[in-house]
């Protein structure tokens, strides 16, 4: 039995080292005793400090249970230390794991939808489960982890051998035969678990699902309890007045508002492309030469609309920016690949295409002029 498990108040002790090992980044201590609670099923380590010396991590390996410290200095086999736990962090894990419970025990129970695998993050914490799990359901889980929060159920922990089970309707079957620990909540969850767990449900105070999302044939839920689902509600909270300002609309208005808007802007899009194609083609339209070789001011859109209205009328437009940006179009009057061949050979040119067009940008605005005259001297051999 794990002292984290029999006793989760303690958070302050006393101890000594049993053990001091150094490792490329740190240092492995064992103690005679600890309380830190090491990585496992789903639920990260304990943070604190050890004489002072910050325990960055904490995992057990063959029933010992090993803590990281960064550095250390004067620590020796056998001298007495004091601990500290982080409670912050220890209550927050404890608050999610304890939800996750709660959580996976309404889908089960509920929904008939299992658990397969819970892991938890700094930010958030997400289960997996083993199908889909649509809107309405999730929108029905979450208030009922709630109302279980508002019946303040109490969560215990106690041992058992799997022969003196009795009728304990263990969630999931556990790899050990004896001394399973058993945390139970309400009359609504058993389940074999070592982790940290809240007394009683009105620690979690209040449960949010965040999104969902298909995994691997089922979905997978984000999650948060207690201060994280008040600071995720606030932040919530923050975006949608700022919306609310800036489109000067109800909270109730405000879906209708944003899709009015979408609407509007794909209307716009719609219209803008149609009028810039006529705009390319006016452009095209006031070229009279076959083959074309001008500097421009357009954006690269426009450019690449009136090249291909110029292509359609069986003529070769080069365009260049005084950014650096070059486009060549051939169509099937000439290979654009041999057109800029000689010019590439000599100057930096960063881009490419095929046979038709040739597009991309001189770095050196010095280089733009001469990469130019020799695309133009290649157009003059093409004898068109
Ligand atoms: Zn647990």
Redesign the pocket.
């Known amino acids: 039995m794990k002292l984290y498990q029999t006793d989760q108040d303690v958070l302050n002790f006393s101890s000594r080292i049993k053990s001091v090992s150094e490792e490329k980044d740190g240092v492995l201590i064992t103690l005679k005793n600890t309380y830190f609670y090491p990585e496992g099923?789903g639920?990260p380590a304990d943070q604190g400090t050890i004489n002072g010396y910050e325990v960055l991590d904490v995992f057990a390996d063959d029933e010992e249970i090993y803590h990281k410290l960064a550095s250390f200095s004067g620590l020796t086999i056998n001298m007495p230390v004091e601990c500290t736990i982080s409670k912050e962090r220890r209550n927050d894990h404890s608050i999610q794991?304890?939800a996750?419970?709660v959580l996976t025990a309404v889908l089960k129970d509920s929904f008939g939808i299992e658990t397969v695998s819970f892991h938890m993050g700094r930010a958030y914490s997400t289960i997996d489960t083993d199908v889909e799990v649509k809107e309405e359901i999730i929108l029905q889980t979450e208030k009922a982890v709630n109302d279980f929060i508002g019946e303040d159920l109490p969560v215990s922990a106690y041992y058992r051998d799997k022969w003196n089970l009795g009728d304990i309707p263990l969630r999931k079957d556990v790899q050990v035969d004896s001394n399973i620990r058993i945390?139970q909540i309400g009359k609504i969850d058993w389940?074999g678990?070592?982790?940290?767990?809240v007394r009683s449900l009105k620690e979690m105070r209040l449960f949010k699902i965040t999104a969902v999302e298909k995994y691997k044939g089922g979905s997978r839920i984000y999650y948060m309890a207690g201060d994280r689902a008040f600071h995720y509600i606030s932040e919530m909270e923050e975006t949608v007045s700022l919306l609310k300002k800036e489109l000067e609309v109800n909270l109730d208005e405000l879906p209708f508002r944003v899709r009015s808007l979408v609407q509007e802007r794909d209307d716009y899009r719609k219209q803008t492309a149609v009028l810039m194609n006529q705009l390319a083609e006016a452009i095209a339209e006031t070229y009279q030469d076959d083959v074309v070789v001008e500097e421009t001011p357009h954006d690269d859109e426009l450019i690449r609309s009136i090249g291909s209205h110029m292509v359609n009328k069986g003529k070769i437009a080069v365009f260049y920016r005084p950014d650096g940006r070059i486009f060549v179009f051939t169509g099937k009057k000439a290979d654009a690949k041999e057109i800029i061949k000689k010019a590439r050979e000599e100057f930096r040119f960063r881009g490419g295409g095929g046979a038709t067009l040739q597009q991309g940008v001189i770095e050196l605005p010095e280089e733009i002029s001469p990469f130019i005259s020799k695309i133009y001297e290649s157009l003059l051999r093409l004898e068109i």
């Open positions: 099923g639920q794991h304890t996750q419970h945390v389940c678990c070592g982790g940290t767990h």
